[in-house]
């Protein structure tokens, strides 16, 4: 049973990439990977209450420094808890964890800027979820003109993905979409129902709706979305529930069924 203020790492899992889960704040010195969604500093407005709801401190052992930054949060008012065990309890139960290796500098608002094409379809909007929920959940994203990814990048320092260009690192390979590319460079191809959505993603983006039975699915709701949407920002926050579902069902309903049959009431047994 975990002690007062505190949450064990295997409750902190299972909230891990919904809309809900708590913020994470990590305070180890540069650790080189983190908890999926784990940042090193809160919102500069949170004590808006709006951007946490929650907050989980996260420290070597859960014996440290994280004891007393959880009190001074909770005399902000905020609901702060200690990560049981800390990241060594973390790694020993064998969550997932992201690779910080190929994280972009932080601005000075604390978030990494990202640029990609206007108009995002399926990848495009993919990538800002994984984003978003794994890596960094402040992360700002700029949609330009794609001759204007490269300057606008340079100019803003954000980093460019989804375009086409052999120099940028976040892009299709082969037959793997942009998509693909984050899952593995954040280290989360072992992650199963991120490995089942990028199938998926992968089916849409690409025009291989072999891939996946759900691909053609997710192709028809993107391109849905672009036509509703002329604001690429309005579009992305759209898309953001849309893939949080598809995480949803690719963790733990995919053996769940929907028909008529399904949602009768059992039949009560008559007895001899």
Sequence with gaps: MPSTNAIAPDKLARLLALS??????????APAE??????????????????????VVVDDDGNGA??????VLRSDGLAAEVLEGGFAAWRAGGWPTVSLTRLPPRHADGRTWWVTRARPKVDRIACPWLIRRFVDPDARFLFVAPADV???AAES???????ADEHVFWSHRGERCTFDVMVDAFGLEDHAPLARLAAIVRGADTDRLDIAPEA??????SLGLSRM???????LEAGMAIY?????????????????????????????
Aim: aromatic content about 4%; glycine content about 4%; some cysteine.
């Design 20 to 29: 809900g889960c708590p913020r994470i704040l990590d305070l180890r010195d």
């Design 150 to 152: 490269l300057r606008v």
């Design 229 to 235: 949407h002329a604001n690429d920002h309005v579009q």
């Design 157 to 163: 320092h954000a980093e460019p993905f989804d375009i």
């Design 216 to 221: 053609a699915g997710l192709l028809a709701i």
């Design 34 to 55: 983190t908890i999926p969604g784990a940042t090193s500093s809160l919102p500069h407005d949170h004590d808006s209450r709006s951007e946490a709801p929650s907050v």
């Design 66 to 71: 994280a004891v007393a930054r959880a009190a």
């Design 244 to 272: 949080d579902a598809l995480y949803r069902w690719c963790r733990d309903a995919q053996e769940e069924k929907h028909n008529w049959s399904s949602h009768q009431p059992a039949r009560a047994k008559v007895s001899a």
